[in-house]
């Protein structure tokens, strides 16, 4: 089994985080590469301050350089709107490979609100990585307090193919403040750079073959 962390979000943009996430649990769970699904939209999050998909895969291209990591917006080949449909499709879709889905702090503390947040974590091993400030807000979170007694230690993370779902584990990693919401706030025009640069052809889903 091909070991496969997921590490899904809006990419607007993409940053260091991202890439220390990514580096950071791949060493962690032991994983052989990281897929980050850039979203074609986030319901939780305001549209009209999102770029296009094709300038956020851009800035996840650029973001991934020299990483083990498959950019990929393979929920616009799925047709997939929710977290939980795309982890779905995917267990179906590869079954070469075991997943894993990644995320910050950040977004553990909201994970309650995301569509059938239990079936996600009924599906998966999830991996929860430190992130400055947020770190309080997610153990004091309601998913964190309904998934308490299936949270392992992280000294068995590279056993986390054994774990049967739900299984949390939380793992910590030196503090990097990045945030999209900065980088948004320092350069509103932050966008343009991946606009121009942009080749459509590179939206073609590498992962199922499909035309766009």
């Given at each position: 089994m091909?070991?496969t962390?997921?590490?899904?979000?809006?990419?607007?943009p993409a940053?260091?985080a991202h890439r220390q996430?990514?580096?950071?649990?791949a060493?962690?769970?032991g994983?052989?590469?990281t897929?980050?699904?850039v979203?074609?939209?986030?319901?939780?999050?305001?549209?009209?301050?999102m770029?296009?998909?094709?300038?956020?895969?851009?800035?996840?291209?650029?973001?991934?350089?020299n990483?083990?990591?498959k950019?990929?917006?393979?929920?616009?080949e799925l047709?997939t709107?929710y977290?939980?449909d795309?982890?779905?499709?995917l267990?179906r879709?590869?079954?070469?490979?075991s997943?894993?889905w990644?995320?910050g702090a950040d977004?553990?503390?909201?994970f309650?609100?995301w569509?059938d947040w239990e079936?996600?974590?009924?599906?998966?091993?999830?991996?929860?990585?430190s992130?400055?400030?947020?770190?309080?807000?997610?153990?004091?979170?309601p998913a964190?307090?309904?998934l308490?007694?299936s949270v392992?230690p992280?000294?068995e993370a590279r056993?986390?193919t054994?774990?049967?779902p739900?299984?949390?584990?939380l793992l910590?990693?030196?503090?990097?403040?990045?945030s999209?919401?900065?980088?948004?706030a320092?350069?509103?025009d932050?966008?343009q750079k991946f606009s121009k640069s942009?080749n459509?052809?590179?939206?073609?889903?590498?992962?199922?073959?499909k035309p766009i």
């Amino acid at each position: 089994m091909i070991k496969t962390g997921l590490l899904g979000g809006s990419f607007n943009p993409a940053h260091q985080a991202h890439r220390q996430i990514s580096v950071g649990a791949a060493e962690a769970l032991g994983l052989d590469e990281t897929w980050w699904l850039v979203s074609p939209g986030n319901p939780l999050k305001d549209a009209a301050s999102m770029a296009p998909l094709r300038v956020r895969f851009a800035s996840a291209e650029a973001a991934a350089a020299n990483l083990p990591v498959k950019v990929t917006a393979i929920e616009r080949e799925l047709g997939t709107r929710y977290t939980v449909d795309t982890i779905e499709a995917l267990v179906r879709d590869f079954p070469e490979r075991s997943f894993v889905w990644l995320m910050g702090a950040d977004n553990l503390s909201q994970f309650h609100l995301w569509r059938d947040w239990e079936r996600i974590a009924g599906l998966v091993p999830i991996a929860v990585v430190s992130r400055p400030g947020y770190d309080d807000a997610a153990h004091q979170a309601p998913a964190m307090g309904r998934l308490r007694g299936s949270v392992r230690p992280a000294s068995e993370a590279r056993q986390w193919t054994e774990w049967r779902p739900p299984a949390l584990v939380l793992l910590q990693l030196p503090p990097d403040p990045t945030s999209a919401t900065g980088i948004r706030a320092a350069d509103p025009d932050w966008h343009q750079k991946f606009s121009k640069s942009f080749n459509l052809e590179a939206l073609r889903d590498h992962l199922t073959r499909k035309p766009i």
